[in-house]
């Protein structure tokens, strides 16, 4: 390594973390439907964590002296009464833990401002105590984006040893939805996506101490109370775990503190779950329920599938075209290092298939009213680490993906200056698509649109996508120079080899 390796690579840290925060501080400017759907009633909850010392939220909802939501925010389906005829929130508590400190700190200062800043000031920003609540909580939730680009940072930096490349595709990534859409929205799914990457990272160890069997264990556990959904990212992880826990030596150590310290999270999220409802692990919100036949089971199964691929206004390719990169990636990957390839199919697979069954996930795969691919937020810096791994061993970039990138960034572009157009509801028309198309639906109606039943358009369009997609990733294949990835800069072994 050169004299001034450490230097440049700290130097590309504090350029990824200064351009993360101005760019996604830009964003957050421009009219947003931020702090719509579950944000407050998340925050809602905060609220009575910080200063009620409880969750019990019957005195909260509709206080008109709360700056969440102007005090007029109703429960509506977001907070039930449970046990001893207490309201209780039927979303995880997991989140609101975690930024309760913070809410403390941000509360009292909204209150502040909206009381001190100058008249004019406010009126000539639109500003008021519930919306500085707004954005400081969306300042806390970029503060996580940029701790995930950070990681990616790490990850693609010990692929390949040069800063300025590990920056620029870290900042692609992290600046490209579904990340950039969710950056500022305060859901669960940023915090789960960075608690994975760490968590994966931790565990790509090639010899896990106790310390760090103990950060990965806490963190598992963590992600199922910051939400049900999480439950089969949280067993891949636990099976991942043990595996690598019961390589380490001395065995003893790594893989104890591995799942003590899993179980009591995942203990106190059982318990709590008791408390609210009565029951150990079905919730109002988190249940079985499916009343159509295998049929109908098996057709809902692969529109959710394709439409988190597909789908004009959900799909993660819609606004993500970059992520095209991830099949070649993985197929790279399975060439390199079968067993890092093999580990990561099965953390996707085990995370996206129970939400994909209609009988374990009632609730959809859109996520509402939200930006594409909510749903995989939490995996998608895995896809990006494979995305990036096919960028390794392509040499000198083709023609098509300098295109893909261009594509990408002048989509980041146009939603960083609209961010409304990340939003859809679906309705079968994309709102990108439509702003392109100058208001109108030509687009939007050529498009695929992944409700049941599928148009024949939509069934040909997926079709032809899909091959697409394979030829392209075979002749990437075909073209790929196969470099090897030792890491230039060290003697210590590439994240690939551990």
């Known amino acids: 390594?050169?004299?001034?390796?450490?230097?440049?690579?700290?130097?590309?840290?504090?350029?990824?973390?200064?351009?993360?925060?101005?760019?996604?501080w830009g964003l957050i400017t421009h009219g947003t439907y931020a702090g719509s759907g579950d944000e407050p009633h998340y925050a809602m909850i905060m609220h009575s964590i910080v200063f009620d010392r409880d969750i019990d939220l019957t005195n909260n909802y509709g206080d008109p002296r709360v700056l969440v939501f102007g005090g007029k925010l109703e429960p509506e389906r977001h907070a039930i009464v449970g046990t001893n005829g207490r309201l209780r929130p039927v979303h995880d508590i997991g989140m609101?833990?975690?930024?309760?400190?913070?809410y403390a700190l941000a509360y009292p200062l909204a209150e502040w401002l909206a009381g001190h800043a100058p008249h004019g000031l406010l009126e000539r920003t639109r500003l008021n105590g519930p919306v500085i609540l707004r954005h400081l909580l969306s300042l806390g939730m970029i503060a996580v984006t940029v701790l995930i680009g950070l990681r990616l940072y790490d990850v693609f930096f010990d692929m390949t040893g040069v800063p300025a490349r590990a920056a620029s595709w870290t900042l692609l990534f992290t600046l490209s939805p579904p990340l950039l859409s969710h950056s500022f929205l305060f859901f669960t799914e940023i915090v789960s996506a960075w608690m994975t990457l760490v968590i994966w990272m931790t565990l790509r160890d090639r010899m896990p101490t106790t310390r760090s069997a103990l950060l990965a264990g806490s963190l598992t556990g963590y992600l199922l109370l910051v939400h049900v959904r999480n439950v089969g990212l949280v067993a891949a992880l636990l099976v991942l775990g043990v595996r690598r826990c019961w390589r380490a030596q001395p065995r003893t150590g790594p893989l104890v503190s591995f799942m003590t310290a899993a179980l009591v999270f995942i203990g106190i999220r059982t318990l709590v779950n008791y408390e609210f409802w009565g029951t150990w692990i079905m919730t109002p919100h988190a249940r079985a329920e499916w009343t159509g036949g295998a049929s109908a089971m098996a057709a809902e199964t692969a529109a959710r599938l394709l439409g988190w691929l597909f789908d004009q206004e959900h799909g993660l390719l819609a606004y993500a075209p970059i992520y095209l990169l991830t099949l070649p990636g993985l197929v790279f990957l399975w060439k390199r290092s079968r067993e890092w390839c093999a580990e990561l199919i099965f953390v996707l697979a085990a995370y996206?298939?129970?939400?994909?069954?209609?009988?374990?996930?009632?609730?959809?795969?859109?996520?509402?009213?939200?930006?594409?691919?909510?749903?995989?937020?939490?995996?998608?810096?895995?896809?990006?680490?494979?995305?990036?791994?096919?960028i390794t061993r392509l040499g000198r970039l083709p023609i098509t993906v300098r295109a893909l990138v261009a594509l990408q960034v002048l989509l980041n572009i146009v939603v960083w200056q609209h961010p409304k157009l990340l939003w859809n509801d679906g309705s079968g028309a994309s709102s990108l698509l439509q702003f392109f198309a100058g208001g109108s639906r030509w687009l939007a109606d050529r498009a695929p649109s992944m409700d049941l039943p599928w148009s024949s358009r939509t069934m040909v369009g997926v079709a032809c996508a899909s091959m697409g997609w394979v030829m392209w990733t075979a002749w990437l294949i075909r073209r790929s120079p196969g470099g090897s990835l030792a890491r230039p800069h060290s003697d210590e072994a590439s994240i690939l080899d551990r």
């Open 1 to 24: 390594m050169s004299a001034d390796g450490p230097a440049r690579a700290r130097l590309g840290r504090r350029i990824t973390v200064a351009v993360i925060v101005l760019v996604l």
């Open 96 to 102: 609101p833990l975690m930024f309760a400190p913070y």
């Open 352 to 390: 996206v298939g129970p939400m994909a069954v209609p009988l374990l996930n009632p609730h959809g795969w859109r996520g509402g009213w939200s930006p594409a691919a909510r749903f995989l937020v939490p995996v998608v810096p895995l896809l990006a680490t494979a995305a990036f791994f096919a």
